[in-house]
């Protein structure tokens, strides 16, 4: 497993925009998919985008399409998540996760390493 940790969560009027950053805490060579999840108040984790350790092949949630964009470094050892266009329903604590495997995943159980999470609000 790989320690993991978030950055560039915060408050943010509706319609504006949030880059969140992931890093393992150590340096590792690893290259694995990592996917971004989140869970708002009341309800059940979700799934939100996923990129394969390659950085070719992305998914997301429906709800995010066209308004967030995950991408990786070129060292391949960091992921990002870019939030447009956010709306109050985006409000919910954002998790970052890496899988030991290169393919793109959307199940919590596919993926082994978690980071703690940081707090997205999205005001309206």
């Known amino acids: 497993q790989v320690k993991l940790a978030e950055t560039g969560g915060g408050l943010v009027q509706s319609g504006g925009s949030l880059t969140l950053s992931c890093a393992p805490s150590?340096?590792?060579?690893?290259?694995?998919?990592m996917g971004w999840f989140r869970q708002a108040p009341g309800k059940e984790r979700e799934f939100v985008a996923c990129?394969?350790?390659?950085?070719?092949?992305?998914q997301y949630e429906d709800s995010v399409k066209g308004r967030f964009t995950i991408s990786r470094d070129n060292a391949r050892t960091a992921v990002y998540l870019q939030m447009n266009s956010l709306k109050p329903e985006d409000t919910a604590v954002y998790y970052c996760?890496?899988?030991?495997?290169?393919?793109?995943?959307?199940?919590?159980?596919?993926?082994?390493?978690w980071g703690p999470g940081t707090q997205v609000t999205v005001s309206s």
């Open positions: 996760a890496a899988r030991t495997s290169m393919r793109i995943a959307h199940e919590e159980a596919d993926f082994s390493s």
């Open positions: 150590e340096e590792t060579t690893n290259t694995f998919a």
């Open positions: 990129i394969s350790g390659g950085g070719r092949i992305a």
